[in-house]
């Protein structure tokens, strides 16, 4: 039958983006306690292509679908799967791929979209707004805090500038001299070009530094947080012994639940953020998407549109 197969984006291989191919597959069948959603948009996160380089094992068998993050529209419940009704627009992540018509999902994975969003919007959230959410409730970010966001105008800093501010933070922002504008109309309080100024020279006595950046940047970012502030990294391990030295608490991110979900759901309903989108790609063009996430630069997410 028609419509008992879809496309998907797989790759048989680890590899570069070549390794993606666009491919008829059989529509997959929801299982005990899980759900089917029709894929209208695919977030591309770089998740996705540390998967597809072989950076991150992947532990299901080749080929695989890519992709993480979804939004879409429930299809079908399986037995026993409870929590999302058929024809609720929802978001969130799947572990059986995301660049395809379908996908199956666990209505813990998942939550109704935000209603002031569209399919495209709400895809960009998965990983950005999720990975941004955890890092300022981890990082233990309150009113009156001082908080330093590197690489503020990228997917995961965008959203934590705007988390920072909506609890009452005072925010610095490091992004490139064409992205200071716009970190400032999210809402960072001082927007800081790291290519002309130090941000050691700007901040001092933060009580919490979000580093998306890693080297240096991470090293230097130690010295500016004040005795008891903590420092959390998205790209890699912050030195112990270095934190230690300072008396810094080092903090990782969390997973992202349904309540994280739905938290920013209505964070973004209130007016209190937004995602922003760098390019939609459609699912055909999977490939460039990835090597355009791949640069590192941009302002924004990467979706790729389906539905």
């Excluded at 005990?32 to 532990?59: C, H, Q, S």
Aim: net charge neutral; proline share 6%; glycine share 12%.
């Amino acid at each position: 039958m028609a419509d008992a197969m879809m496309r998907a984006v797989r790759f048989h291989r680890t590899g570069g983006p070549e390794v993606l191919e666009l491919e008829r597959v059989p529509k997959p069948v929801p299982g005990e306690g899980e759900v089917l959603v029709r894929v209208m948009a695919a977030g591309v996160i770089p998740y996705d292509w540390k998967v597809r380089k072989g950076v991150i094992p992947v532990l299901l068998p080749f080929p695989v679908i890519a992709g993480y993050a979804f939004a879409g529209i429930v299809e079908a419940a399986g037995p026993g799967a409870s929590g999302a009704a058929p024809g609720e627009r929802v978001y969130g992540r799947s572990s059986r791929g995301t660049y395809a018509d379908y996908t199956v999902v666990k209505p813990a994975s998942m939550a109704a979209m935000p209603k002031s969003l569209d399919f495209i919007e709400a895809a960009a959230l998965q990983g950005g707004a999720t990975t941004a959410w955890r890092a300022v409730i981890d990082g233990e970010v309150k009113a009156g805090d001082r908080v330093l966001i590197h690489g503020a105008a990228g997917g995961v800093g965008l959203f934590a500038v705007q988390f920072a501010k909506a609890r009452g933070a005072y925010v610095y922002g490091t992004a490139s001299a064409a992205n200071l504008a716009f970190i400032r109309s999210i809402g960072a309080d001082e927007a800081i070009d790291y290519a002309s100024r130090d941000f050691a020279d700007v901040v001092r006595d933060a009580d919490f530094v979000l580093d998306t950046v890693g080297g240096t940047t991470l090293e230097r970012s130690l010295e500016i947080v004040k005795p008891g502030g903590i420092v959390l990294s998205i790209v890699e391990a912050v030195p112990p012994e270095k934190a230690a030295a300072r008396n810094l608490r080092v903090k990782s991110v969390s997973p992202a639940g349904r309540e994280d979900l739905e938290q920013i759901a209505r964070l973004i309903d209130a007016g209190l953020a937004k995602p922003v989108i760098q390019k939609a790609f459609p699912l055909e063009e999977a490939r460039e998407a990835h090597r355009l996430s791949e640069t590192g630069h941009g302002r924004g997410r990467i979706v790729l549109r389906i539905g």
